[in-house]
């Protein structure tokens, strides 16, 4: 039998290793959210009424995707943000320093990963989110609506005939 700890400090000392010890530990995000993620989260998936996740990591890769939209009938799209300095937007390889080289490189992993899997990925930019507000709006109701449909259609071969 062990004997009482009668020491209040000592107490206290292994009482925080022990909680140290036994806390769970949950995973942090990697990545923080952008500024403009935010507002396009805001502005037109909740407008739009639409399920998502930020950051859908693809564990095979290692990469983060921005959003992950969940339709009704349970499918999937990608989405991707892409800031106009970033991504080099409007540029050719030759003028873009190596920061935006690397996040081209990463940019065609990522499109492969979703090819590859059969999920669709929606890259929308930087410029259009500020300049062109209706043609994201449209973008996104055609690829939920076409996801869907597929959705549906691969619905129905599932079923005895």
């Not at 993620?37 to 998502?52: C, H, P, T, V, W």
């Not at 669709?120 to 939920?144: F, Q, S, Y």
């Amino acid at each position: 039998m062990t004997q009482p700890i009668k020491n209040k400090k000592v107490k206290k000392v292994i009482a925080k290793k022990i909680k140290k010890f036994y806390t769970p530990r949950v995973k942090k995000q990697e990545y923080g959210t952008s500024k403009l993620e935010e507002r396009f989260a805001k502005e037109f998936l909740d407008k739009l009424g639409i399920k998502y996740e930020y950051q859908y990591k693809a564990e095979d890769i290692g990469r983060y995707y921005d959003f992950k939209l969940i339709t009704d009938n349970g499918g999937i799209i990608i989405v991707e943000i892409d800031g106009d300095f970033y991504h080099g937007y409007n540029l050719k390889f030759e003028q873009k320093n190596p920061m935006q080289k690397h996040n081209e490189m990463v940019d065609r992993i990522k499109n492969n990963w979703a090819l590859w899997h059969g999920i669709p990925l929606l890259r929308i930019w930087e410029h259009d989110i500020n300049n062109n507000p209706e043609k994201v709006m449209k973008m996104l109701k055609e690829a939920i609506g076409k996801t869907s449909k597929k959705a549906l259609i691969n619905e129905d071969k599932k079923k005895r005939h």
